[in-house]
């Protein structure tokens, strides 16, 4: 008779990419029902695998076909995004379960258009996803979503504001807010406080990740952010360039100060392909992004391609992944994106047993 030590045995062969350990090691199994003719297993992972769920099944299903011929075998794939053990500290944010700061130490590395992508890709994966931008000075996301210029977010109850709703994402910006030939000529502490209200005061719906595409620098705007918000953790974007990587390190080391943990580096701009004859040259330098990850202790999450199409489709108000997920581009970002996922969860899972460190307005 066949019993679940020997499922578990042809499960442990199978390791999760992302996860990068078998389903046994990341305790994914929920249940192992066997009977004389049929094996049901049902495994539910710890970050939204809508479409990548499907994959996980077929190649389960084949391990324990192969191993076990004279049983019907039926694997289901289930996920479920765990909310940060900090998320609900602060009123406005009960609607949220983790939230992902995209930082860069310096501006025109990419930032915002990855911010974009990236939150596109977790929604692609069947995350309930949320963008917040909280470039106060220079908000792109309004035009990088094709929000048309002369939307606002509806008001409830004279001071939250419901999110606007763009490419299936929920979003928020100072750009809904003010016209696009406003500047704005605050001084540090408005700024802060203006992040804060549009962060707190936001009706974020029943979200599994908020995505705040920050400003470049290590500013008012960051420093609040890791202070007053429990941030779940940071994302460093960067291009190969030594000016860049220079930035990105000190970016790093401001999340580490404030206790933010960083999942990784994501290298942009990585290499050129020419659109004419398909040259292929790293016009920027190589091996940037790795190299700062391997100093820092953390991940290289991704690199993504210098693509003359990617600033067409974010400047088009369509970015890749919400008008072509099947592009090789998109799947750069939802490849990303699952790394991001899974880090985030084993992150959370770490830290279960752990006090919640409060920090301070210093």
């Not at 075998?73 to 995209?102: C, E, R, Y």
């Not at 940071?234 to 000190?250: E, G, H």
């Not at 991940?299 to 210098?306: A, F, K, R, T, V």
């Amino acid at each position: 008779m066949i019993d679940r030590a020997q499922i578990e045995e042809v499960i442990s062969r199978i390791t999760d990419p992302y996860l990068e350990q078998n389903y046994v090691e990341a305790g994914a199994i929920d249940s192992v029902d066997i009977s004389e003719q049929s094996i049901d297993v049902k495994l539910t992972l710890p970050y939204a695998a809508g479409f990548f769920g499907g994959g996980v099944k077929q190649l389960l299903e084949s391990g324990l076909s192969a191993e076990f011929d004279e049983h019907r075998v039926s694997v289901t794939v289930d996920w479920n995004v765990a909310a940060q053990k900090a998320a609900n500290n602060l009123p406005g944010l009960k609607g949220v379960k983790n939230i992902i700061a995209v930082a860069s130490g310096k501006g025109g590395v990419g930032k915002s258009t990855t911010s974009a992508n990236l939150a596109l890709a977790l929604k692609h994966e069947g995350a309930r996803v949320g963008l917040l931008d909280a470039d106060i000075y220079g908000p792109s996301q309004g035009l990088m979503l094709g929000v048309a210029d002369d939307v606002r977010p509806e008001v409830k109850d004279e001071k939250f504001f419901l999110p606007v709703e763009a490419h299936g994402l929920q979003v928020m910006s100072m750009a809904f807010l003010v016209t696009e030939n406003t500047p704005m000529v605050w001084r540090g502490p408005m700024v802060s406080g203006a992040l804060q209200q549009l962060l707190t005061q936001t009706l974020w719906d029943d979200l599994d990740y908020l995505v705040i595409d920050l400003p470049p620098g290590t500013g008012d705007i960051q420093l609040t952010l890791s202070q007053k918000v429990p941030v779940t953790a940071a994302v460093i974007v960067t291009t190969p360039q030594d000016l860049a990587l220079l930035d990105a390190k000190k970016g790093i080391e401001m999340f580490r100060k404030v206790n933010v943990p960083v999942l990784g580096v994501i290298e942009n701009m990585s290499t050129h392909i020419c659109t004419k004859c398909g040259h292929e040259e790293p016009i920027f330098g190589e091996g940037g992004g790795d190299r700062i990850a391997k100093e820092f202790g953390t991940s290289l999450i991704g690199e993504l391609p210098l693509s003359l199409s990617i600033r067409e489709k974010a400047d088009a108000g369509s970015p890749h992944v919400a008008d072509d997920p099947e592009s090789p581009i998109a799947m750069m970002y939802i490849e990303i994106a699952r790394r991001t996922m899974a880090r985030l969860a084993q992150q959370n899972q770490a830290q279960d047993e752990m006090p919640i460190i409060q920090m301070s307005d210093d």
